[in-house]
Nanobody, 117 residues
Framework: QVQLVESGGGLVQPGGSLRLSCAVSGTIFSIDVMGWYRQAPGKQRELVAFITHGGATTYADSVKGRFTISRDNAKNTVYLQMNSLKPEDAAVYYC???????????WGPGTQVTVSS
């Protein structure tokens, strides 16, 4: 099994920054893609960004140029640096780990990000 634990959420003013972390533990040899998703009240969960084991990244158009995803393979941790936050970025952010060969997918419990003045 794989366990994910997110941290770093909180309340920030518009224009501010937050850094989310997701620590992965357990049977992780099959995991090669790590990502962040978010879900705002009344909306579907949406992709924010993902990063492959080799470091290739993909971002949602809404966060390009403001968010940066990175990973430390030695620490089994993925990060999401969020800058220039907007009220519409407010959501519960979920970490996801998946294996493209096995088809496995694991989720963290989520961390709340609130953007408000």
């Amino acid at each position: 099994q794989v366990q994910l634990v997110e941290s770093g959420g909180g309340l920030v003013q518009p224009g501010g920054s937050l850094r989310l972390s997701c620590a992965v533990s357990g049977t992780i040899f099959s995991i090669d893609v790590m990502g962040w998703y978010r879900q705002a009240p009344g909306k579907q969960r949406e992709l924010v960004a993902f990063i492959t084991h080799g470091g290739a990244t993909t971002y949602a158009d809404s966060v390009k140029g403001r968010f940066t995803i990175s990973r430390d393979n030695a620490k089994n941790t993925v990060y999401l640096q969020m800058n220039s936050l907007k009220p519409e970025d407010a959501a519960v952010y979920y970490c996801n780990a998946r294996g493209t060969v096995t088809g496995s997918s694991y989720w963290g419990p989520g961390t709340q990000v609130t953007v408000s003045s």
